[in-house]
């Protein structure tokens, strides 16, 4: 593969292999710890990158050492023929890993042709098992379709299906055991993510996160004590426990109690073309106009490594004084 010089470390030592990127803004649900329930504004949708000029940027990122891409949103399915990308990316030489972060809502129509396209690992967000409070966190009744999709998905095969759970205090406590025996029946790893700053009406409170101890504490009497598993990526944002029976493990998102800042090898495109170094950035790099105009690769290079250069410590929400992002959580790209 033509490499590009020196790999992407940042200010703090960090290489960088990871890239999110966004193929969307819009959702076909409105979980309440992300979106508004009404008049959401979305980009119009002449400002979305197509798909080659996504296939181009992950090329050129490909050159300076990513070797990771997920595809996120907003919710990636409602893009038309998103196995059209996916096998696009796939062939990209020296991208090793492509794996997708939805909501399963339409996940039963295409799981097989995702599969078959190259994409190898799942992500399927799903906070409950219960449909009126289903309903209750995403303002849509779609529970049925997403279980026929985690459905499909087992049956196409993927090497991993994982699911991610928001875990927000008043509202999750109840879902965390039958998440865990679901998980453990179909070996699905459930991940408990603690809730952030990202939700675009304001509800972020610190009282509001259900902490990864909390939830730790309510599987041990369950289950009996969970137990640290050993951690085969230790620049993987998840920290794994496994159930003292030895059937299936857990994983943890723990970015307010645990932050992993440290370790971040990540990178995110939006949806619009814009690179954020960090979910919780202030500031963010304009790539859209280079990727539609005139500039050749090397621009874009240097604008992708001037956002490495420039990357913070990490996020400071454990700080009196912590400012959100401007955009939501569904306009990054989680
Ligand atoms: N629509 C897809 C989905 O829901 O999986 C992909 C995009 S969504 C923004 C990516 C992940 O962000 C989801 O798994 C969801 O659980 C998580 N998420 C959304 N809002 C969050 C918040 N405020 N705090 C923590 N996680 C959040
Ligand atoms: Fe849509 Fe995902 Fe946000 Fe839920 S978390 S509203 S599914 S983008």
New binding site residues.
Partial sequence: MESHGTPLIDGFGRLHNNLRV?VTDR?N?R?L??MPEKNVEFVPRAEILSFEEIERFVRIAAGLGVTKVRI??????VRRDLDRLVRGLASIEGIREIAL????VLLAEQAEALRRAGLRRL???L?TLDRAKFVELTRRDELPRVLAGLEAAERAGFESIKI?????RGLFETDIVPLARFGREHGFQI?Y???????AQG??DRSRVLLMEDILRVLGEEFGPLEPAPDPDPRAPALEYRFPDGRGSVGF?A?VSRPFCLNCNRIRLTADGHLRYCLFALEETEVKSLLRGSAGDAEIRERIRRTVAAKWLGHEIQQAGFVPPPR???A???
């Fill in positions: 966004s959702c649900i979980c710890y992300c996120t949103g907003g919710e990636p399915l972060t939805t909501n399963g992500n399927v967000h906070d991610n759970a928001v875990a927000v991940r993510i603690e809730f952030m700053p990202l939700d509800l972020w998102i970015s939501p959580m569904y990054i790209g989680g």
